[in-house]
């Protein structure tokens, strides 16, 4: 195994540019998400443990947004339904490359996994097929705002009746006390994770054009409007947030 690549990408003064999920991201991707969003490997675990709640026999999964896959390899873990697919897309070209290789290997050393195919294409373009699980891990945050109903309803049409999404996002609080505790609170995270104030700052300019972040009451809205009858919040690590909604 390689050692995991440390991310040092905004640790020295840098020209303005907006973040993207180029190379040089997918390069230190691990590294980077584990540092910055408090709860990511406690939702990737506990997604794998419900999964097979709602996972059915002839039908696919849809990993949206899956970067490297780890949502995908935690569902390949733990789902055991028959004829069963998982459909992963990611819409940056290196995320994809780099999920590919890791899951050819996967598939050398292990038997009976259900199977994955990995796409590069962009979630908002994308037909789905009847699926008996959706999940949007930290990815609806990047998506125009003005597309998000569109693509959520979308996933309930195609969202078998006892089938599930789930979704986590950053999000931000209406009370602005609430705000600023829990917004302190996850830079105290990001220091402990060894990020300087220069790499903080940096990277916050670089991802505000690109990451906007709703509310849960937003998010809950919006899903109804979608055709969601029931959403709920089932964890919370700071203002990191994971949702089911149910059809
Ligand atoms: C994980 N789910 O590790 N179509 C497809 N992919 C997109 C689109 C789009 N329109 N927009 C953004 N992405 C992962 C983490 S990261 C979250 C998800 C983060 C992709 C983008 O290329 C990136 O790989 C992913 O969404 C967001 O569980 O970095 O904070």
Redesign the pocket.
Known sequence: MQPQPIDTIFSEKRKKIDFA?NEEVVNV?SD??KR??PG?PT??EQIGRFAPLFAENNSKIY?????????SNALRHSIKTENTEIIA????AP?IEKASQFFQLQDQVHDGLIPIHLKH?????VDFEPASIF?????L???EPSERLALLSKIHQSLLPTGALFL?E?TYFHDPEEQAVLDDMHLAFKRANGYSELEISQKREAIENV?RIDSFEIHKERLHQAGFTRVYQWFQCLNFISIIALP
Not at 89 to 92: A, P, Q, T, Y
Not at 135 to 139: G, P
């Open positions: 999920f991707f980077m998400i910055s969003a990511y939702i990737i990993d949206l947004g899956c970067s490297l896959g780890a949502i897309i990611d819409n940056s995320m294409d962009d979630i908002t373009q999940v949007l891990n930290l990815t945050q990047f998506i986590s950053k990451m």
